[in-house]
């Protein structure tokens, strides 16, 4: 039809649309006062336990309402560990910035120690997910959570090994001392390497989504998978360019600086 938009085009701004809109709810709540905290962490977890029903559900539906229901469950849960993550809720036993000098294995461990109950969270949501939808017809949810946490976990080890860019605007007060678990320069070894695995990824899912009926399950699936994994590799390229990436995000940063909160 003349005027109509290709079948791909949806899901991938559907996809753009989420993740740009869900980083900014994110980033503001975590800049209001720390006393909001309570209220905010409770009504994400009533959403993720809605989520985790929903993309059970889903997990059953092998169409493209289906697939969509999964991507955004996962990325509703993906939210609420995020959003514990920043608000202090679950990080790691470490909560102090490492002394200066500090390098190496020792230097690595202590940035371990400072993130490690949010990792095994995570995986126990990757964990709680398969589960959720086992032997289903629908993965979309499960793919959507490993994609969003395998993006996560290369970007904190970049950050870790060195880049241009530490996007530290998006940490809060309370979480600045890992700013010394993060290392400034033009970029690292391990940072080519996620480059090429993100390409060939995101090369990888939009060739099984042009192959796919367009419209069908498969094909909306895989395209919301490729635009995500498109913009793990649009992210990664930010941390060593000098350009004003974050500054998408701003209306999100407005809410900081209300409230003068000392690190833990």
Not at 119 to 137: K, M, P, V
Request: contains cysteine; hydrophobic residues 55%.
């Amino acid at each position: 039809m003349d005027g109509a938009l290709p079948g791909w085009a949806l899901p991938l701004l559907y996809a753009l649309a989420l993740w740009w809109a869900a980083t900014g709810v994110i980033l503001y709540l975590d800049g209001l006062p720390r006393r909001t905290f309570r209220v905010s962490m409770t009504v994400a977890s009533g959403l993720a336990i809605a989520a985790l029903i929903g993309l059970h559900h889903s997990a059953q539906l092998d169409s493209a309402l289906g697939s969509y229901c999964g991507f955004t469950s996962a990325l509703v849960v993906w939210g609420w560990m995020e959003m514990s993550f920043l608000m202090g809720w679950v990080t790691g036993p470490r909560k102090h910035a490492c002394a200066a000098g500090c390098d190496g294995l020792a230097h690595f461990r202590h940035a371990t120690e400072a993130i490690i109950h949010h990792e095994l969270a995570i995986a126990g949501g990757a964990l709680l997910i398969h589960l959720l939808t086992l032997d289903a017809a629908n993965a979309t949810a499960l793919h959507s959570y490993l994609l969003l946490w395998g993006m996560r976990l290369s970007a904190k080890l970049n950050l870790h090994f060195g880049v241009r860019n530490f996007s530290e605007e998006f940490l809060p007060p309370h979480l600045l001392y890992l700013k010394s678990f993060f290392r400034r320069r033009r970029m690292n070894a391990l940072w080519p390497l996620s480059i090429v695995a993100g390409g060939a990824l995101t090369g990888e899912l939009v060739g099984h989504a042009a192959a796919a009926v367009p419209g069908s399950a498969d094909a909306v699936a895989l395209t919301l998978l490729a635009t995500m994994a498109g913009l793990a590799v649009v992210e990664h390229l930010f941390m060593v360019l000098p350009l004003p990436f974050n500054a998408i995000w701003n209306w999100g940063l407005k809410s900081r600086g209300r409230e003068e909160v000392k690190p833990l």
